[in-house]
T-cell receptor, first 113, second 111 residues
């Protein structure tokens, strides 16, 4: 039972390159989220999904796309990376209708040069 | 809008000292309130929560009381340990499971 895993753990990109971050969960949770964490700003919600095949925008969605083709996976894409997207990215999941807790992955540290 | 304000860090304490990390919130309704902890190199973990006014959340010696009159949810611990060194995030949730986080407070405990 791995919980929430994120791939990769670290990545360095050049401006304009693209990449996809993968979040995988084995808890059968319906809801999945992508956050970014920046110094002094806490975590900000990028996109989220309330079930397979659905996605919605969060607080800071610009420059990112997401897909939820399978219930257990939530992908975050950067089509043309910019230095402003240098951050630590966290995935999280929780049960339907529950605000009790979100389970977080270990994070992906992305640097865009 | 909805927001969470935490005291700025870092907070540096000696082992066995008393800890308070202040958290206040602004919300358009009646939120649930949370404290999350992030240990070095790890993701966030729920530390404690409170879902209505006057509720007290507690876990691992940490406590926080939901104060509606002062819109606060301050985190306290009577005697900190070196292992408590981490970043602490206050957060609220209103509708649809979307959490709103504070900026985080770094706690450093020296032996």
């Amino acid at each position: 039972n791995a919980g929430v895993t994120q791939t990769p753990k670290f990545r360095v990109l050049k401006t304009g390159q693209s990449m996809t971050l993968l979040c995988a969960q084995d808890m059968n949770h319906e809801y999945m989220y992508w956050y970014r964490q920046d110094p002094g700003m806490g975590l900000r919600l990028i996109h989220y999904s309330v079930g397979e095949g659905t996605t919605a925008k969060g607080e800071v969605p610009d420059g990112y796309n997401v897909s939820r083709l399978k219930k257990q996976n939530f992908l975050l894409g950067l089509e043309s990376a910019a230095p402003s997207q240098t951050s630590v990215y966290f995935c999280a999941t929780d049960r339907v209708g529950s605000v009790d807790t979100q389970y977080f992955g270990p994070g992906t540290r992305l640097t865009v040069l | 809008g909805n927001s969470v304000t935490q005291m700025e860090g870092p907070v540096t304490l000696s082992e066995e000292a008393f800890l308070t990390i202040n958290c206040t919130y602004t919300a358009t309704g009646y939120p649930s309130l949370f404290w999350y902890v992030q240990y070095p190199g790890e993701g966030l973990q729920l530390l404690l929560k409170a879902t209505k006014a006057d509720d007290k959340g507690s876990n691992k010696g940490f406590e926080a009381t939901y104060r509606k009159e002062t819109t606060s949810f301050h985190l306290e611990k009577g005697s900190v340990q070196v292992s408590d060194s981490a970043v602490y995030f206050c957060a609220l949730a209103l509708y649809g499971n979307k959490l709103v986080f504070g900026a985080g407070t770094i706690l450093r405990v020296k032996s």
